[in-house]
């Protein structure tokens, strides 16, 4: 009888570990809160209460005891700007997921060096997709904004409340600006006040544009005058910084896709030659010479790469 090959077998727990974790925490989910908690919760009046039991829950326990509190709140935040209904436990659980089956996967296919490889890739791709999501949502959010601001003014000037013309929008706007106003409306309606309310919005967004509209409002509720008349000149604003954005990004896009070939060509040829030539590879990583080789790439690669981010990034 054959044996299957020990790197075959410690890839194939690896995946599964990966995969149990991942589907534990999509599936195993707590029944949702009453409507008193979820108030009680929100004005922080719930402390100290332990979360239900199965996979997610331990997550929620590590995470709580691993990861410290800024982080915490800041990856919710970032989850929360990039439109994903995931708590940051239940993200700490499918990152972990996704990085034990990449690197199983390479494991099994290329050893040990392929292995750790695998696993910066598995730990860094989550990253980047939240990342790159934020991002679009953000750069839609900044797009629909002077429209936005325009409706705004037109309600004020018609003699509505600022509630009631972001009500105008939440009716007819579009994701994600309308999803964000209808939050900030929800808390007003609990009873924060609608400049805290926007200002939520602006740091979940990470949105510098936005936080400029509620200093805007926060200014004319304190020492008066035509808001609409503000807003009509902030969008106007906003309309050609949009302009311009979109021109400098559109000039850099040969310099951003050369960083990003340049970039992850030679990891791609690294895992390449794992999987069809290890042979050819193997003095990269098995002897001194090819340590300090690997490292002063690793190092070279690393420092191009961000000063071609540099080079291309524009702040507008």
Same mark, same amino acid.
């Given at each position: 009888m054959s044996?299957?090959?020990?790197?075959?077998?410690?890839?194939?727990?690896?995946?599964g570990?990966g995969?149990?974790?991942?589907?534990?925490?999509v599936l195993?989910?707590p029944?949702?809160?009453?409507?008193?908690?979820?108030l009680?919760?929100y004005f922080?009046?719930?402390?100290?209460?332990?979360e239900?039991a199965?996979?997610?829950g331990?997550?929620?326990?590590v995470?709580?005891?691993v990861?410290?509190?800024?982080?915490?709140?800041r990856?919710a935040r970032?989850?929360?700007? @990039? &439109?994903m209904? +995931?708590?940051? $436990?239940?993200?700490? /659980?499918?990152h972990?997921?996704?990085?034990?089956?990449?690197?199983? #996967?390479?494991?099994a296919?290329?050893?040990?060096?392929l292995?750790?490889?695998?696993?910066?890739l598995?730990v860094l791709?989550p990253?980047v997709?939240?990342?790159i999501?934020?991002?679009?949502?953000?750069?839609?959010?900044?797009g629909?904004?002077?429209?936005?601001?325009?409706?705004?003014a037109n309600?004020?000037? @018609? &003699?509505?409340? +600022?509630p009631? $013309?972001?009500?105008t /929008?939440v009716r007819e706007?579009?994701?994600?600006?309308?999803?964000? #106003?209808?939050?900030a409306?929800?808390?007003?309606?609990?009873?924060?006040?609608?400049g805290?309310?926007?200002d939520?919005?602006?740091?979940?967004?990470?949105?510098?544009?936005?936080?400029w509209?509620?200093?805007a409002i926060r200014?004319?509720?304190?020492?008066?005058?035509?808001?609409a008349?503000v807003?009509?000149t902030?969008?106007e604003?906003l309309?050609?910084?949009?302009?311009?954005?979109?021109?400098?990004?559109?000039?850099?896009?040969?310099?951003?896709l050369?960083?990003?070939i340049?970039?992850?060509?030679?990891?791609?040829?690294?895992?390449y030659?794992?999987?069809?030539?290890?042979?050819?590879?193997?003095?990269?990583?098995?002897?001194?010479?090819?340590?300090v080789?690997l490292?002063?790439a690793?190092?070279?690669?690393?420092?191009?790469?961000?000063?071609?981010s540099?080079?291309v990034?524009?702040?507008?």
């Open positions: 044996t299957v090959p020990v790197p075959l077998l410690l890839g194939a727990v690896a995946i570990a995969l149990a974790l991942a589907v534990g925490t195993v989910r029944a949702p809160p009453s409507a008193d908690r979820r009680a919760t922080g009046e719930v402390t100290g209460q332990r239900g199965g996979v997610r331990v997550a929620v326990l995470a709580q005891a990861v410290p509190g800024d982080v915490e709140a990856l970032r989850l929360s700007g @990039a &439109g209904a +995931v708590r940051p $436990a239940e993200w700490a /659980v499918m972990a997921a996704v990085a034990l089956v990449v690197a199983g #996967l390479g494991f296919l290329g050893g040990l060096a292995a750790l490889v695998c696993l910066a598995g791709a990253l997709y939240l990342r999501r934020h991002a679009r949502r953000l750069a839609a959010f900044s629909q904004l002077p429209d936005t601001l325009t409706i705004i309600s004020l000037s @018609a &003699g509505l409340s +600022v009631q $013309a972001i009500d /929008v706007g579009q994701e994600p600006i309308a999803g964000e #106003l209808r939050r409306l929800v808390e007003q309606r609990l009873g924060v006040d609608i805290d309310a926007l939520g919005i602006a740091a979940r967004m990470g949105s510098v544009d936005f936080a509209v509620v200093m200014i004319q509720r304190e020492v008066g005058g035509n808001l008349e807003l009509e902030v969008a604003t309309r050609e910084r949009e302009f311009l954005r979109r021109q400098v990004r559109t000039l850099s896009a040969e310099g951003r050369s960083a990003y340049l970039g992850g060509l030679p990891v791609a040829m690294f895992c030659l794992m999987v069809a030539n290890r042979e050819f590879a193997e003095p990269l990583y098995t002897t001194l010479l090819g340590l080789m490292g002063a690793v190092a070279l690669v690393s420092v191009g790469g961000w000063v071609m540099r080079m990034k524009v702040e507008v």
